[in-house]
C-alpha cells in the first residue's frame, strides 16, 4: 500500500505569480481534500474531490482552483498569489463515506 | 460556519506525568471529533478519534472523552514520554465525508525527561 505523496516539497513564488501542487492519494483512496497550514497554526480546509468534482469548499477565494484525475490524484492550483499564501498546503486521501483520512508530508509555498 | 477552540496553547509535563488538551466547537450537527498529532516538519497523523454517539474512547495510554450536550472533547495522554512531545490538533466534522473539517489552533505538548 502507497501512502500519500505530494510535490514539490518546497516552493518559493512571487506576488502575482500562479502555482500548481500535485497530490497522489493513498492506494485506493477516490477522495482527496487539500488544506493550508499557516505557520503556528492549524490546518484549514480548502476544498474536497470525489470523481473529478469538487465536493465541499471551505472559505478561500476562486483564485484557488481544482482538480482531480482519473487516478484519484490532484492538483491545487493558486493564481495571483499573495503574500499571505504563504503556509504549508497539505493533502489529505480518504475513502468516500470514510472519517478516516491520511495527510500527505505536505509542499511548503513560500510567496516574496 | 464551525469554531473549534483548543486550549492550551503550549503544555509542559515531567515524563510520567499526564496531559490533557481541551476542545470546544460551536456547530451541534458535528459528529466525527479525530485528534491529529503534528510533529516538526511531518505531516499530522490521526493517533484517535471518536464519534458523537460514543462518549469515551481509548486506546493504550491515548483516551478522548466527548459530551456532547457541553459541545466539548478531551484528549487525554498518560504516562507521557519524550517522544510524545509534537503537536496536537483536534478537529471536527459535520459530515462523513470530512468536507467540513475545522481544526483547532494547535497544542504543543513538551514532555520532559
Known amino acids: 500500500e502507497t501512502g500519500v505523496t505530494q510535490s514539490p516539497t518546497h516552493l518559493i513564488k512571487t506576488r502575482g505569480q500562479q502555482v500548481t501542487l500535485r497530490c497522489s492519494s493513498q492506494?485506493?483512496?477516490?477522495?482527496v481534500s487539500w488544506y493550508q497550514q499557516a505557520l503556528g497554526q492549524g490546518p484549514q480546509f480548502i476544498f474536497q474531490?470525489?470523481?473529478?468534482?469538487?465536493?465541499g469548499r471551505g472559505n478561500f477565494p476562486p483564485r484557488f482552483s481544482g482538480l482531480q484525475f482519473p487516478n484519484y490524484s490532484s492538483e491545487l492550483n493558486v493564481n495571483a498569489l499573495e503574500l499571505d499564501d504563504s503556509a504549508l498546503y497539505l493533502c489529505?486521501?480518504?475513502?468516500?463515506?470514510?472519517?478516516?483520512?491520511?495527510f500527505g508530508p505536505g509542499t511548503r509555498l513560500l510567496v516574496l | 460556519g464551525e469554531n473549534v477552540e483548543q486550549h492550551p496553547s503550549t503544555l509542559s509535563v515531567q515524563e510520567g506525568d499526564s496531559a490533557v488538551i481541551k476542545c470546544t466547537y460551536s456547530?451541534?450537527?458535528?459528529?466525527?471529533f479525530p485528534w491529529y498529532k503534528q510533529e516538526l516538519g511531518k505531516r499530522p497523523q490521526l493517533i484517535i478519534d471518536?464519534?458523537?454517539?460514543?462518549g469515551e474512547k481509548k486506546d493504550q495510554r491515548i483516551a478522548v472523552t466527548l459530551n456532547k450536550t457541553a459541545k466539548h472533547f478531551s484528549l487525554h495522554i498518560t504516562e507521557t514520554q519524550p517522544e510524545d512531545s509534537a503537536v496536537y490538533f483536534c478537529?471536527?466534522?459535520?459530515?462523513?465525508?470530512?468536507?467540513?473539517?475545522?481544526f483547532g489552533a494547535g497544542t504543543r505538548l513538551t514532555v520532559k525527561p
Open positions: 474531490y470525489y470523481r473529478e468534482e469538487e465536493n
Open positions: 478537529a471536527a466534522s459535520r459530515t462523513s465525508n470530512n468536507n467540513d473539517m475545522r
Open positions: 489529505a486521501s480518504s475513502l468516500r463515506y470514510s472519517e478516516t483520512q491520511y
Open positions: 471518536i464519534r458523537s454517539n460514543v
Open positions: 456547530d451541534s450537527a458535528s459528529n466525527y
Open positions: 492506494s485506493g483512496h477516490n477522495t
